[in-house]
Structures are given as C-alpha cells and as structure tokens.
C-alpha cells in the first residue's frame, strides 16, 4: 500500500502533531507500507527554518524508511491573522502541485489547521483517489476559543469550509472522543469517524533515573521541579500560572522548556513579578526530552479556560505518564477524564488560582512524604495508549476503508 500523507508538522519539529505522524508512519514503514510525507521546511514555532535546512521549492530526504519531501512556504511566526492564513495556503497550494507527481492508493491530510485538508480533498479529486481526515484539533473554533480572530463573517465562512470538507472524506479520523460527538452533533455520518487517540512511544519514554548532570547544569538540584514543555501560545494560559507562583514554596522551582507566540510576553512578565522560582530554555532536540522529563517532579499540562477545550487531549500527558511523572492538570473535560479515572495526577480548574496552589501542594506533600500512589495509575495510563498499538489500529481502520 502506498500512503501520501500531507502534514506541515514534521520532525525535527517537535510539537504534538510532527510526533504522531513520525511515529505512526515508522509504525507503518514497519509494516511494508510505503509512506510519503509531504510538509516544508522545518520553522513551528519562532517562524525560522531550522538549521542544516533551507526554505526551498521542493528538497528530499529519507527519514526512518519515511519518503519526506519538502516544499516551499511562506514562513511566519505563529502571530498576525494573515501572515498565518498566507503560511498556511502557500504550504497547501505547493503540497496539492507537487502531490499531483507522486502515486499513491489513499491520501491522508491532517489538520490542526483545515488548508492542509483542502490539497488532500482536492488530490483526492483529482487521483480519483479516497483521502482521509485527520482530526487533531476543531479549527476554526479553538481559534475563536482564543480570540485570534473576532472577525465573525471570516470565522462562520472557514466554518463552512470545514463542514464540506469533513462531508467529502472517506474517513475521519479524530484524536478525541468529544471531536468525534462533535462531528455527529453537527450531522456528519458517524459510520465514518473512527477515533484513534494520541499515545506515547514505550521504547524511548521509560522510566529512567533522574539526570544528575543536567539538574547541576540547570541549578535545580535538591529542587522540586514542575515542568511545562511544550508550546508557549495563546491557548496555553501560562500567563496565568506565573502570576500564581509568586509566593510559593522556595522548593518549587518550575522549568518552561520551548517557545512560541508568547513566550516573549511570558519572559518579560516573570522579569516584572520579580520571579525567582521559575526557569525558561528554548526547545530541546526531540531526542533529549526525555532527559528533561526525567528531573521532572511533576509534570503541568494547561490549557485557557474555555469549552472548546474540554474537547483536547494534550499528548503530554501520555509522554510524561510514561515516565511516571505525576501530571497536574489544568484543563477539563476529556482530559481530566483520563486523570482522574487512571489516579495518574491531580486536576485543577483551569484559571482558578487557589485550586492550582492546592492541588500542586497535594501532590508537593506526596513527595516530601515518599508516597508514590500515583506510579501504578501512572503506568496502566502509558500502556493503554502505547503507540506501536494506536498506529497498528489506524492502519487495519485504514485498510479497511480501502
């Protein structure tokens, strides 16, 4: 079987959806498919193409068996409505033209954004060909959940693309169960949306020792350290949990590790507040993250305060689970679902101030204390949502829709 799957996410890129692609298309490489990925250069989030790589019109390279083939795009940071629209559609219009030279039995395009989704309907179209959707976020309601764009007539028309696009599918494939009520809410055929959760690859996050070398390179030994590695954007509420951390304990120390648009409002606020219990580094390579989890105490994953959100599942939660790192979470719906019901952490209302501090001193006290009664929860949670397993699934689903 031949797959080409549109994505412009993709290592060395490090965010949710580069990971599940890479992991599931090594799965599949595994499994004798032949797998052609196309996406750009590499630049999420600051908007500037990663070093040893070039913005060119089209460049290859073999990763893990993975054909990828990389395209020119306009290239912006993840700020201002119209460069962004502008990123996005040059990426779609260049993988929909150089798409159209490369055979294939099924096309796979995913979102968070919808205009990737766009080239896979219409080389779909044009293969005569059945191409799926991959639903990994409900765009353009989560930009609307964060105020990105207010413009009404823009959000209901981008809206009405996507309903199109999800009624032209052969199949859809979300990563929560709430995306896919969501869909039959909204009169899309349920026969034809089949969940496939993120996960977390077992063989390379473990349980391992903490790293002594890096805590001294860091100053953060004999330190309980709360973690936040990820994107540092408009939908996260970091904001938030800085101005919450002014008169904790000067044990905790907390780690922010990445970038995006916000970070720079977020280093200039810690410098307001005087913050002397929180660190900030840049991204990590994908391969030393791990070591970055491993001097975890316990593990933030939070999202703004919204609806919309209650639908999301951050996959940080399933990489940090498998490092048996408590999560403290600060978004509710679904994901607050997973915690509670594996006891794999503790879970906050998202924005609520003295339900953060208490919940992070629950968890701080457990510590100082030896418990470890969230190890067990921890550990049914990673091997329920293993990643070998969810990418083997998707491909018999996809198989079977052929």
Same mark, same amino acid.
């Given at each position: 079987?031949?797959?080409?799957?549109?994505?412009?996410?993709?290592?060395?890129?490090?965010?949710?959806?580069?990971?599940?692609?890479?992991?599931?298309?090594?799965?599949?490489?595994?499994?004798?498919?032949?797998?052609?990925?196309?996406?750009?250069?590499?630049?999420?989030?600051?908007?500037?193409?990663?070093?040893?790589?070039?913005?060119?019109?089209?460049?290859?390279?073999?990763?893990?068996?993975?054909?990828?083939?990389?395209?020119?795009?306009?290239?912006?940071?993840?700020?201002?409505?119209?460069?962004?629209?502008?990123?996005?559609?040059?990426?779609?219009?260049?993988?929909?033209?150089?798409?159209?030279?490369?055979?294939?039995?099924?096309?796979?395009?995913?979102?968070?954004?919808?205009?990737?989704?766009?080239? @896979?309907?219409? !080389? =779909? +179209?044009? &293969?005569?060909?059945?191409?799926?959707?991959? %639903?990994?976020?409900?765009?353009?309601?989560?930009?609307?959940?964060?105020?990105?764009?207010?413009?009404?007539?823009?959000?209901?028309?981008?809206?009405?693309?996507?309903?199109?696009?999800?009624?032209?599918?052969?199949?859809?494939?979300?990563?929560?169960?709430?995306?896919?009520?969501?869909?039959?809410?909204?009169?899309?055929?349920?026969?034809?949306?089949?969940?496939?959760?993120? @996960?977390?690859? !077992? =063989? +390379?996050? &473990?349980?391992?020792?903490?790293?002594?070398? %890096?805590?001294?390179?860091?100053?953060?030994?004999?330190?309980?350290?709360?973690?936040?590695?990820?994107?540092?954007?408009?939908?996260?509420?970091?904001?938030?949990?800085?101005?919450?951390?002014?008169?904790?304990?000067?044990?905790?120390?907390?780690?922010?590790?990445?970038?995006?648009?916000?970070?720079?409002?977020?280093?200039?606020?810690?410098?307001?507040?005087?913050?002397?219990?929180?660190?900030? !580094?840049?991204?990590?390579?994908?391969?030393?993250?791990?070591?970055?989890?491993?001097?975890?105490?316990?593990?933030?994953?939070?999202?703004?305060?919204?609806?919309?959100?209650?639908?999301?599942?951050?996959?940080?939660?399933?990489?940090?689970?498998?490092?048996?790192?408590?999560?403290?979470?600060?978004?509710?719906?679904?994901?607050?679902?997973?915690?509670?019901?594996?006891?794999?952490?503790?879970?906050?209302?998202?924005?609520?101030?003295?339900?953060?501090?208490?919940? !992070?001193?629950?968890?701080?006290?457990?510590?100082?204390?030896?418990?470890?009664?969230?190890?067990?929860?921890?550990?049914?949670?990673?091997?329920?949502?293993?990643?070998?397993?969810?990418?083997?699934?998707?491909?018999?689903?996809?198989?079977?829709?052929?």
């Amino acid at each position: 079987m031949r797959i080409l799957f549109l994505t412009d996410n993709f290592p060395p890129e490090m965010n949710a959806p580069a990971t599940r692609t890479w992991e599931h298309c090594k799965e599949w490489v595994n499994h004798g498919v032949n797998v052609t990925i196309i996406t750009c250069a590499p630049n999420f989030p600051e908007g500037k193409v990663f070093k040893g790589y070039k913005n060119k019109f089209i460049q290859t390279e073999l990763i893990d068996g993975i054909k990828v083939v990389r395209v020119w795009s306009y290239i912006s940071a993840n700020n201002g409505f119209l460069k962004r629209v502008i990123d996005y559609t040059s990426y779609a219009i260049m993988a929909f033209i150089v798409g159209l030279w490369y055979k294939c039995d099924v096309i796979i395009a995913t979102s968070p954004q919808f205009f990737t989704t766009i080239s @896979g309907y219409a !080389l =779909s +179209v044009f &293969k005569r060909k059945p191409w799926i959707f991959e %639903l990994r976020d409900l765009w353009p309601e989560s930009i609307r959940a964060v105020g990105a764009i207010e413009n009404k007539k823009i959000l209901d028309f981008f809206e009405k693309i996507e309903l199109f696009l999800y009624k032209k599918a052969t199949l859809i494939i979300p990563v929560t169960d709430s995306f896919k009520q969501n869909l039959i809410d909204r009169g899309i055929n349920e026969s034809k949306i089949k969940v496939i959760k993120n @996960g977390v690859d !077992l =063989s +390379v996050y &473990k349980p391992i020792a903490k790293d002594s070398h %890096l805590l001294e390179k860091l100053q953060l030994k004999d330190k309980f350290i709360v973690s936040y590695i990820g994107t540092h954007g408009m939908a996260h509420g970091l904001s938030f949990i800085l101005d919450a951390i002014k008169d904790l304990n000067k044990d905790i120390q907390f780690l922010f590790i990445g970038g995006g648009a916000n970070k720079s409002k977020l280093l200039n606020q810690a410098k307001s507040l005087k913050l002397k219990n929180c660190t900030f !580094l840049d991204f990590v390579p994908k391969s030393e993250i791990s070591k970055y989890i491993s001097i975890t105490d316990v593990a933030l994953v939070n999202l703004k305060k919204s609806e919309t959100f209650k639908s999301v599942i951050p996959s940080k939660i399933f990489e940090n689970a498998a490092m048996r790192k408590p999560i403290l979470l600060g978004v509710e719906g679904e994901s607050a679902l997973i915690i509670n019901s594996y006891e794999a952490g503790e879970c906050f209302k998202p924005e609520d101030k003295n339900d953060f501090l208490t919940k !992070l001193n629950k968890i701080y006290r457990k510590k100082v204390s030896g418990s470890n009664s969230y190890f067990e929860g921890l550990t049914r949670l990673a091997n329920d949502f293993n990643r070998q397993v969810l990418a083997k699934r998707m491909l018999d689903l996809i198989k079977s829709f052929l």
